[in-house]
């Protein structure tokens, strides 16, 4: 996967500033198994009760230190669609082994949809605190599915760019919590695309 990830920052009026990351990565291709069912290529998959079960992205993001996030900005581009009529099945909850001849909940309204779903391309699932520092957790939909016409998509590449401004509060509440010890450091590598954030 090819990652460019760009960090800057700039002043805005009076004495608050602004900052901007900007992330762009390509999407992984989806995989059709010979049934012509999707073979999740994420680690995420949406489970609304009767809805597609799509595969989605997720992010995180180490936000500058002592601000919060004021605009999401999520782009797809290089629009593809997958060959062939697919049936993707609605998400269940979960179910014992032992139970038999369970009904399959379907949500008629979306699938008797041609629209694409999920309509929403984005959304900002949480902001968590390790250690002092903020981690925005952003899921991405860049893969569609049109139910009615059993049509799937996906975009090929995605930029991401967070605007945050500072918030004197936030910036209380991270200061004596603040750690950048080696097993600190270690976990926000793993957790987000932009772990030098937390040297600035």
Known sequence: ???II???SVMICSTAFAGIIEYSAEIRPLQISEEGGVLTTTRYE???????????????????????????D???????????????RPAQLPTLISQVDVAVTIDSEVYGSSELYPQKDSELRCVERLSGFDIAILNVYPYKYSPARKELS???QVSIRLRTVSDPEIRAQQSPMVCRSASVLNR???????PAMVES
Do not use: D, Q, W
């Open 46 to 72: 949406m489970n609304a009760l009767g809805k597609p079960s799509i595969p989605y992205e997720c992010y995180g993001f180490v936000l500058p230190y002592g601000e919060t996030i004021s605009e999401i």
């Open 188 to 194: 926000i590598e793993k957790l987000t695309v932009n």
């Open 74 to 88: 999520v782009v797809f581009s290089e629009h593809t669609v997958l060959e062939g009529k697919l049936n993707i």
């Open 6 to 8: 760009v960090l800057t």
């Open 154 to 156: 996906y975009y090929r």
């Open 1 to 3: 996967m090819r990652i």
